[in-house]
C-alpha cells in the first residue's frame, strides 16, 4: 500500500501474490502469512479480490495494491521543488535489519521494533500530507532512502543536500 498512500490515492483493493514449497502446505505456515495480510487489509477496510500462487522453493508473500487518486490532487515523485523539506514517515534501516536476521546478528529487540516499524502501514501519514498540501512523495522501501530520492529528484530535475546526523535510523540500524 505504500505507492498507493504515497501518491495520495485510496487503496481500493489488493491481489494476494503468493511463491510458496507445495511440500510445505499441510504445515500450516501458508495459512497464517495470508491470515496476518488478511487481518491487515481487513484492519484498513482493504479487500483482497484474489490473487495468484506459484509452487517455489523460497517462500514469497506480497499484495498487489490497486487504488484511485483525482489526477488534480496526486502527489507524484516528480513535482518536487527547490526548497521544499524532506519529511521522514518513519526512520530507515530495515533493510540493514533484515539482512541482520538472516544471519543472526540482530538481539530481539531490534527486531521488534524493525517489525513494528515494517508493519505499521502509512495510512495516517499519507493524510496528513494531503491535508497539508504536500506536492511531491515517494515511498522508501527496496531502494532505499538514497534510491528512491535519487529518483525523485531526477524526475523532479532538483537536487537535494541531506544532512546524515538528522536522518532518522531505527535501533540497531547503524
Known sequence: ????????????????????????????????????????????GVPILGGHSVDDDEPKYGLVAIGEVDPVRMVTNSSARAGDALVLTKPIGSGVI?????????????????????????????SVMISNGITAATDVTGFGLLGHLRSLMRASKVSATLQADKVPMLLGAR
Open 98 to 126: 533484515a539482512t541482520a536476521i538472516k544471519s543472526a546478528q540482530a538481539p530481539e529487540n531490534v527486531v521488534a521494533i524493525a517489525v513494528d516499524s515494517m508493519t505499521t502501514l502509512n495510512a495516517d501519514a499519507a
Open 1 to 44: 500500500l505504500s505507492d498507493i498512500y504515497a501518491m495520495g490515492a485510496k487503496p481500493l483493493f489488493v491481489l494476494n501474490l503468493v511463491g510458496f514449497p507445495r511440500r510445505l502446505l499441510s504445515e500450516g505456515i501458508i495459512d497464517e502469512i495470508m491470515r496476518g495480510g488478511s487481518d491487515v487489509m481487513r484492519s484498513v
